[in-house]
């Protein structure tokens, strides 16, 4: 038989790129992305998660239960073995506020290396706002005015102001509030009556005001206001009438300020047993959306935008852009030649079985 000549044999295909992930471990979710990188960005090729509570009991006690860590040291074990099969070259894999706050996080940190393989970082709460914000930029109009990026999560909430018509030393700024859905929810209840719900609305704007104080400039109404968290994934769909989560059409809804308050009752107005049932909350939401919805409450009184955008993105998503060597600065434009990530990925061995 006869090899084919040169110009006879089909065109070879174009390298494939080797798979990213991004790993964000936070009070409530474990949640992975892996991705290929094309042409400056990028496409998900694989995901997980998996409602861990690692933070459970953590606001009472200063400290990482062991049943907890367990749970969530399987869930990581899932998250090594899927970077694997995928042959994952570049990894960030971050903790945020429960490993931030626990006295056992180093500990912690220690046995999920010694577990699964997986070099947990933990990022300081300037650095999650900022990540979350790049993995959100697309949804936020360039020219429409100031806005307020606000992730609501298990431990902590970030808030983040984002001025583009105006020079601001330092570009956006952020504040922390060491309140979450999880912390919320221990410390007054799931279940709260009107006068419960109030307080819990209140709790978290004496929080606000402490914030306020350090001088932050969030004083004018924001034109645009960003939410990216479980919470406000999870009133979107409830909104929408949902049978089944559906990222297509949550990422980028927008919602008036009615239509929040009144998918905000309507969560309240249900049990706990009925919140588990409904397709797009499910029991490891049932107890903690209705904290997320007073968190969300305060923070409209306090800044109170008309529509909220719902970003089903954030945190990963920024990691994800940062490997593909993208960083806040040149995509606000404030240092068009900072394209190179400060940090440096952790590159996985392929191959392995983790513990």
Known sequence: MTAPTPASRAPSAAPVMPAIAALDLGTNNCRLLVARPQAGSFEVIDSFSRIVRLGEGLAASGWLRERAMARTIAALRVCAR???????RDARCVATEACRRAVNGAEFLARV??????????????????????????????????????????????????DRSRSVPGGPHSVSLPIGVVALSEAFTSEPDPATFEAMVNHVGAAIDDARRLGIDLDRPPVQLIGTSGTITTLAAVYLDLRRYDRRKIDGLVLDRAAVAGVSQSLRDMSNAGRAAHPCIGPGRADLVVAGCAILESILRTWPATVLRVADRGLREGILQGLTGHTLEAALGDRPEAMAPVWQAHRLAVGGTPA
């Open 82 to 88: 899927i970077m694997a099969r995928h042959r994952v």
């Open 113 to 162: 290396r010694r577990a699964t393989g997986i070099e947990l970082e933990v990022l300081a709460h300037e650095q999650e706002a900022r990540l979350a914000l790049l993995g959100c930029l697309p949804l936020i109009e360039r020219s429409a005015g100031p806005a307020l990026l606000v992730d609501i999560g298990g431990g902590s909430t970030e808030i983040l102001w984002l």
